[in-house]
């Protein structure tokens, strides 16, 4: 991996606008059904092993939680926040729950003024569920640029990843280059998926 992250910090958890950090850097947006592999992305692009922690027990968080990033690409220092959305899909989630996330999410879709792009994460091998249909069409209607990234590239055999991307992008009706397999595990596709970032951050 060329890039390197020499600082990433945690810097606040928030439920509406009133608590998201003031700030003029670029965001980057991550969203997934709980269990993609969103915590493990993020630790695994940072660099870190800890900085959102992983649970296999569904987390009850139903916030966002901001970091600011310096990544540095060969000469160039990139300074940006990451925003980690809450996770959906829970089966046992009330309906009021769901009403509240759903809220969250859009306030913060709608009303984000430096948010340059959303990852939305997928199961490689699974492939997109209707509820990731249904978060990609909401994220295409809000307009903001969205980066398939399809998690847990590595439980497929390397002779499946391409054509399985490729049904993937298909699925969801989006270019196969904004589909992007990644492992956290084998930390494959984190340089690709900074520099898809990188590209965006201008706005
Ligand atoms: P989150 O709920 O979306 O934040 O998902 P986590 O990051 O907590 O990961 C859920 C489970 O998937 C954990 O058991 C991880 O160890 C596993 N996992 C995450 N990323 C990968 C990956 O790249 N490859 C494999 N094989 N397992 C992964």
Redesign the pocket.
């Known amino acids: 991996m060329e890039i390197k992250v020499p600082t990433a910090d945690f810097i606040t958890t928030a439920t509406g606008p009133e608590g998201w950090p003031k700030t003029l850097l670029p965001e980057f947006a991550f969203v ?1 059904r ?8 993020i630790n695994a692009l940072t660099r870190r092993r800890k900085l ?1 922690r ?3 027990t ?2 009850r968080t139903r916030a966002l939680n901001f970091f600011e990033v310096h990544v540095l690409d060969r000469k160039h220092e990139h300074k940006s926040m990451l925003c980690d959305l809450p ?1 959906y899909g829970f089966a046992k989630v009330s309906k009021a729950e769901k009403a509240q996330w759903q809220g969250i999410i859009e306030g913060y879709l709608t009303g984000r003024d430096g948010l340059r792009a959303v990852v939305q ?1 997928i199961d490689a091998e699974v492939g997109p569920s209707e509820q990731d249909t249904q978060m990609m069409e909401f994220l295409r209607a809000s307009n903001r640029p969205v980066i398939i990234a399809a ?5 497929l055999n390397k002779s499946k990843r391409i054509p399985a991307l490729r049904s993937h992008a298909v699925a969801l009706r989006l270019p196969e280059t904004d589909v992007l397999g ?5 930390e494959l596709g984190m340089d690709e998926l900074w520099r898809k970032l990188f590209a965006l951050e201008r706005g």
Do not use: A, Q
Request: overall charge positive.
């Open positions: 997934g709980s269990n993609v592999g969103k915590s493990s992305l959102v992983v649970s296999n569904p987390g996770g994460l998690t847990k590239l590595d439980r990644v492992s956290s595990t084998e």
